[in-house]
């Protein structure tokens, strides 16, 4: 690794930040409500499960690495192990999938801002807004990103965590009983369900090839994923003992409701608050997301990140203005959520699997040469 190389690279620990920053997002201020309805009050053990399950796919994206040789990041994978054309046709689909992700965020949100705040000011406004920030982010490269995780990570961790805790004053802890009243079919089902918020540790795949000893980040990144799965339990423990589960039903937004509990004498809406603090944690993901594309494009066609960032950015706040009402958000995020389920439950394990008889088939072949001589 050269000097000249090393300066774009981060520290395996950071890796903590961007897996964990990626991860949540929009969807934990209303994952209880689709849980809700698919497990009940037994949600929290489908939480475990699909952490479980999050950190073998995690486990298998780094084997899978390891066993590459060469390979740095999902787009020379696919090349490797799948061919020019086929594997520039699966990258083709990666990239989409890294500018839905960041639409549907960055369309999230906005939702979230005009019911709470602006309802009178339009999508177009505040989409430029964020995409103008994500621009002078990006461009800086792949570190201003990861700074920005970090702060992502952090800054809400001290502000808006704490204030879930004031509504314990009002737990029902009865809501919890009986323990493992759902069928094991039904905990699966919500285990599926929940697993989409676990998504964004699948951007690793392309920034892999910026940190220094891939391989000593795998630590951090399951770190990141077990830190990622105790918010979770802890959102749904609070809103479990807070909400009966007829009112989970009726709320969209059951996290950001709790976040109106806590009474200061100087603020008269606390939820402002939140959502103004919440922008640090869905930027850091829109900004990955980007710079996963760009750098998706500049891998399969050599074009550089500053010429295709504009013109990304352009497709996103395009395509966030045919997305107007509660329905077709909710459909969007349906479909970009299937892809991902798809892509984390279906590519990693049969990418690892290949990988993993592909090494051993030339263990085979290399051992019979020796044999021969």
């Known amino acids: 690794m050269t000097l000249n190389r090393e300066r774009f690279f981060i520290s395996p620990f950071f890796v903590f930040f961007t897996v964990h920053g990626a991860q949540i997002g929009i969807g934990v201020l209303s994952f209880q409500r689709r849980l809700n309805e698919k497990v009940g009050h037994d949600g929290w053990i489908s939480i475990i499960v699909a952490g479980i399950v999050a950190h073998i796919l995690i486990w298998m994206m780094y084997q899978t690495f390891q066993l590459s040789g060469t390979s740095e990041d999902v787009i020379q994978l696919n090349i490797q192990y799948f061919g020019k054309w086929l594997g520039n046709v699966l990258n083709i689909g990666f990239v989409c999938y890294f500018l839905l992700l960041a639409l549907i965020v960055l369309r999230l949100y906005i939702e979230v801002v005009q019911v709470w705040m602006f309802p009178l000011m339009g999508t177009w406004q505040f989409s430029l807004i964020l995409l103008l920030l994500t621009y002078y982010t990006v461009l800086g490269g792949f570190r201003s990103v990861v700074g920005l995780c970090l702060w992502g990570v ?7 965590f704490p204030m879930l805790f004031f509504p314990l ?3 029902h802890y009865r809501n919890f009983f009986p323990i493992l009243d759902h069928s094991m079919l039904d905990i699966l089902k919500g285990a599926k369900e929940v697993t989409v918020e676990y998504l964004g540790f699948e951007l690793l795949l392309m920034y892999y090839a910026f ?3 891939g391989q000593q980040s795998h630590r951090w990144a399951q770190l990141a994923n077990g ?5 979770y339990l802890v ?3 609070i809103s479990t003992v807070f909400y009966n589960e007829e009112q989970v039903k009726h709320v969209i937004w059951p996290t950001l409701t709790l976040g109106k509990i806590p009474e200061i004498p100087f603020i008269e809406r606390m939820e402002y608050i939140i959502i103004s603090i919440y922008v640090l944690v869905v930027f850091p993901i829109i900004c990955l997301a980007i710079w996963s594309a760009t750098r998706g494009l500049k891998q ?3 074009l550089k990140q500053r010429l295709s960032l504009p013109v990304v950015l352009i497709t996103i706040f395009v395509a966030s203005l045919f997305f107007n009402t509660r329905e077709e958000i909710d459909q969007l995020g349906k479909f970009v959520s299937t892809i991902g389920f798809y892509l984390v439950i279906g590519y990693i394990p049969f990418l690892y699997l290949l990988a993993l008889f592909t090494k051993r088939l030339k263990g085979k072949a290399s051992m019979n040469e020796r044999s021969m001589i």
Do not use: N, R
């Open 300 to 302: 399969m066609v050599s």
């Open 227 to 231: 830190f990622t799965m105790f918010i």
């Open 154 to 160: 952090v800054i809400p961790l001290l502000t808006i």
């Open 235 to 237: 959102v749904i423990f």
């Open 169 to 171: 004053e009002y737990a």
């Open 211 to 213: 940190i220094k000893d």
